[in-house]
């Protein structure tokens, strides 16, 4: 019987940026000030609330495809690649 082999890319990220995410992730409540009715998935829309009632600098999901064009209202949405590669390794 011949051996499957999965191949997994992992990736090294220093310890201080996973803190730092973990502890920029620590502000409970974000009052939604503005009601938005943009995305091709309407349940996609809280999250695009969310993230511009926050002022959030980023928007990152693995769904680009139910998000308006980036950036929206100056928001970038990117897929957690671009992320990290345009933003923390600043390709």
Request: charged share 20%.
């Given at each position: ?56 600098d ?25 992320f ?8």
């Amino acid at each position: 019987m011949k051996a499957k082999i999965a191949w997994l890319k992992v990736v090294a990220i220093p310890r201080s940026l996973v803190v730092g995410v973990c502890q920029s992730l620590s502000y409970p409540f974000v009052e939604i000030t503005k009601e938005i009715a943009e995305c091709p998935d309407p349940n996609d829309d809280m999250f695009l609330e969310l993230a511009v009632s926050g002022n959030a600098d980023y928007l990152i999901t693995g769904n680009l495809k139910d998000f308006p064009p980036s950036p929206f209202q100056g928001l970038p949405i990117l897929s957690p690649a671009e992320f990290l590669e345009t933003v923390l390794w600043k390709k």
